[in-house]
């Protein structure tokens, strides 16, 4: 096997790769310091307001209830902000890579002469979306 053949098999690999990488980065997602300080401040007036049972706390525990639910809807402002963000930077690397194998990676096969065989087994991964 010729040392063209095995650097053409290490682009793809490393390729692959990062499109992997960038998968599980979008599908995990990320949470800021933000987020998770509101989250601890909901989950805490939530806990309080259920404290505050009885007949007279009632009203403060409304409030408390209210006010969970005005940061759960702050929250969900950020989360989905955030969301969007994240996925136009993915949507960009996700481009950036689709040229890359589209523009480079022909050129690799052509011209270190890696067999048709070699070619036929790496093609669906060259067209993976």
């Not at 989360?79 to 689709?98: A, H, N, P, T």
Request: proline content about 2%; some cysteine.
């Amino acid at each position: 096997m010729s040392l063209a053949a095995i650097f053409v098999f290490l682009v793809v690999f490393a390729l692959q790769l990062v499109d992997h990488y960038l998968d599980l980065a979008r599908k995990r997602g990320s949470q800021s310091d933000e987020q998770l300080k509101l989250r601890q401040e909901i989950k805490q007036l939530l806990k309080e307001a259920n404290q505050l049972s009885t007949p007279s706390t009632f009203a403060q525990a409304a409030k408390l209830k209210r006010l969970a639910v005005a940061k759960e809807k702050e929250l969900a402002k950020i989360q989905e902000q955030d969301i969007k963000g994240r996925q136009s930077l993915y949507d960009r690397y996700r481009k950036f890579l689709l040229v890359t194998k589209v523009g480079i990676l022909p050129w690799l096969f052509l011209t270190s002469r890696v067999s048709k065989l070699l070619c036929q087994k790496f093609s669906f991964v060259l067209l993976r979306p």
